[in-house]
């Protein structure tokens, strides 16, 4: 089966310091791992996959396959990152894709 | 301009009706998808298409139907509403060629009373 987990619901921090959302995955295969956003009154969009290592708004994830985890960094967290981050993973075919439940981050000015 | 979708975007309806959600898509897709999106859950895979004719069920069980006679159409049908139905209902739509970007649409929220 796979499965999406990010153990947090909800997080907060200050603007300026580095933010870290946590998400753990478990797939009977090489999956493809990717960080989608939802911004308030806005439509869920991608923000990175881990197959581009880029940079997308100074967030970066590295996909670990030895603790099967993708966390999503950045450095110094703005207010306009304040947003609903869903982990998602998909097998090679690209034909299902797996979502987390989701981590709401509050960036307090 | 490309773009996917979605209407309604607020639907309010009583136990038994039966409602179409539907979902459109100017991007020249091949793959399409529903999702059923719960505050505090994981976005559930309920339907998804990889073209004219092909429809596949998702892990969600749902006693929703689709349809996919054109490329661009994608319609959820729900014969008989109940209230365990009301949630927020999420097109999305892929190309074979990127696989891994997911377009959506703004959402369907349906209220079923």
């Known amino acids: 089966a796979q499965r999406v987990t990010q153990p947090e619901k909800l997080l907060s921090v200050f603007k300026g310091a580095p933010v870290e959302l946590k998400c753990n995955y478990s797939?009977?295969?090489?999956?493809?791992l990717f960080w989608y956003v939802q911004y308030s009154r806005q439509r869920l969009q991608l923000l990175l996959r881990h197959i581009s290592r880029e940079s997308i708004k100074g967030f970066t994830a590295d996909l670990n396959k030895g603790e099967t985890s993708f966390h999503l960094k950045k450095p110094f967290a703005q207010e306009e990152d304040s947003a609903m981050y869903y982990c998602?993973?998909?097998?090679?075919?690209?034909?299902?894709?797996?979502f987390g439940t989701g981590t709401s981050l509050t960036v307090i000015p | 301009e490309a773009d996917i979708y979605q209407t309604p975007r607020y639907l309010v309806i009583g136990t038994g009706k039966k409602i179409t959600l539907e979902c459109s898509q100017t991007m020249g897709h091949d793959k399409m998808y529903w999702y059923q999106q719960d505050p505090g859950m994981e976005l559930h895979l309920i339907h998804y298409?990889?073209?004219?004719?092909?429809?596949e069920k998702g892990d969600l069980s749902s006693e929703s139907t689709v349809s996919r006679i054109r490329t661009e159409h994608f319609p959820l049908t729900l014969e008989s509403a109940r209230p365990s139905h009301t949630s927020q209902y999420l097109c999305?739509?892929?190309?074979?060629?990127?696989?891994?970007?997911?377009?959506f649409g703004e959402g369907s929220r349906l209220t079923v009373l």
């Open positions: 998602a993973l998909s097998g090679r075919t690209g034909n299902q894709f797996y």
């Open positions: 999305a739509s892929s190309s074979r060629l990127n696989t891994g970007e997911l377009f």
């Open positions: 797939y009977s295969g090489s999956p493809e």
């Open positions: 298409s990889y073209g004219v004719n092909s429809t």
